[in-house]
């Protein structure tokens, strides 16, 4: 059993409009340190709301209600992550926990270069840093996402989607946080690039033991890549456990009917998933 570095504990999110929707009910969830959980689930039902709400980045009319967030330092200590003022909140973000969002790749400034926009990251975060202890942790990080280093000199738009999605795991990878949280960071890539992305993911993961929230509504790819799964229907974790016990013997009828909507993931083909390699699925 891993140690945990989140505590999630019936949060519940809801946002103030003139009909109020409860986006996330009184939603559990433990992550253990350098694991990778996954967040699944129909479009609508929570998962973003969710995350945001975590590193609270959520916006009016959105407004936690209720529960709590706790990280668990790796240097021992708890921090109520509820209760963090500005500045506090402002200098946890990024260094221990950041997020790839969404359509990221599309949010590099068109108008710095790579190198710019990595150094500028760490100036506001890590001051202490010297410009070359910057420069060679912008390089190390760029080519620890497969990002040749030359590319630091390049602006957004001489690289591929790819290439653009790396840079953003490689800018949230670089304070070193203790968790990243990826809302659908490959969706919008072609599959074989979506792939080498995860993989390079599950990689660095092993390398440098963050744990990772990879929200997506993908389920056969987190029985590929995630330790657990957290399944979320109409704002509540409706199943969470190990990815294998998901597979094989899903208790929530949801759970179970999402399972049913990818047709490779029933019968006998549906081993590959969980134990095959890419090939053989696409065979
Ligand atoms: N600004 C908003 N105002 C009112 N309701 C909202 C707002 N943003 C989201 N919602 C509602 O909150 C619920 C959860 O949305 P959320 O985006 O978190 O779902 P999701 O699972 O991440 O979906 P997707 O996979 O499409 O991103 C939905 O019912 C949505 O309509």
């Known amino acids: 059993m891993r140690s945990p570095v989140l505590t999630v504990e019936n949060l519940t999110v809801v946002y103030e409009t003139e009909q109020p929707v409860t986006a996330v009910r009184s939603a559990s969830l433990q992550l253990g340190r350098g694991e990778i959980l996954g967040l699944a689930g129909e479009s609508g039902c929570g998962k ?20 709590s967030v706790v990280f668990h330092d790796r240097d021992g200590g708890d921090i109520d992550l509820l209760a963090l003022k500005d500045e506090a909140l402002r200098r946890f973000r990024w260094s221990q926990l950041s997020m790839v969002f969404q359509g990221a790749m599309n949010s590099l400034n068109p108008v710095r270069t790579i190198g ?10 890590a001051p202490e840093m010297s410009r070359a202890e910057r420069r060679a942790r912008s390089r190390e990080v760029l080519e620890r996402v497969g990002v040749d280093a030359v590319r630091l000199r390049s602006y957004p738009h001489e690289l591929s989607g790819g290439m653009r999605q790396r840079t953003m795991i490689a800018m949230a990878m670089l304070l070193q946080p203790q968790i990243m949280i990826m809302d659908e960071p490959t969706t919008a890539l072609d599959v074989v690039v979506q792939r080498e992305i995860l993989r390079e993911i599950v990689r660095l993961r092993d390398e440098l033991d963050f744990a990772v929230v990879f929200i997506t509504h993908d389920l056969p790819l987190l029985l590929e890549i995630a330790d657990r799964i ?9 199943e969470l456990d190990t990815a294998e016990q998901v597979h094989r013997a899903a208790k929530h009828p949801y759970t179970r009917k999402l399972l049913e909507s ?22």
């Open 262 to 283: 990818f047709p490779s993931l029933t019968g006998d083909r549906g081993d590959f998933v969980r134990h095959g390699h890419g090939e053989e699925r696409s065979a």
């Open 116 to 125: 710019y926009q990595l150094d500028d990251t760490l100036k506001a975060h």
């Open 230 to 238: 957290a399944v979320m229907y109409r704002g509540e974790i409706v």
């Open 48 to 67: 973003t709301t969710l995350a945001y709400a975590v590193n609270r980045l959520h916006q009016p009319p959105a407004r936690i209600t209720g529960g």
